[in-house]
């Protein structure tokens, strides 16, 4: 049983700054991690995914922006979000999935374990 907890959002205006942080009770070492977004009337969609060792994949629409990273002796995972935009305001969600990273990283389906969401909100 894992349960994950996320912290660090808020509201800012666009071009700032946050750091998302989630923080795992239970063994994720061996797991590929991953932060998703929803916003009202979306989809949730994966926004950054990153693999036991540290191998990383981002969205698109992220890219050059976000970058995700793992403290394993913490237990916890990060979001780190530059040059925030309004199209990134979205409840934030971290989640495991019960072993390496698939081929389909970004399907909320792969994933058992997911956090009760932290929202960020970027004003224009």
């Known amino acids: 049983q894992v349960q994950l907890v996320e912290s660090g959002g808020g509201s800012v205006q666009a071009g700032g700054s946050l750091r998302l942080s989630c923080t795992a009770s239970?063994?994720?070492?061996?797991?590929?991690m991953a932060w998703f977004r929803q916003a009202p009337g979306n989809e949730r969609e994966g926004v950054a995914v990153i693999s036991p060792p540290g191998g990383t994949s981002l969205a698109d629409s992220v890219k050059g922006r976000f970058t995700i990273s793992r403290d394993n002796a913490k237990n916890t995972l990060y979001l780190q979000m530059n040059n925030l935009k309004p199209e990134d305001t979205a409840m934030y969600y971290c989640?495991?999935?019960?072993?390496?990273?698939?081929?389909?990283?970004?399907?909320?389906?792969?994933?058992?374990?997911w956090g009760q969401g932290t929202q960020v909100t970027v004003s224009s």
């Open positions: 239970g063994y994720t070492i061996s797991y590929c």
């Open positions: 989640a495991v999935r019960l072993g390496w990273c698939g081929v389909d990283k970004f399907a909320p389906g792969e994933y058992k374990y």
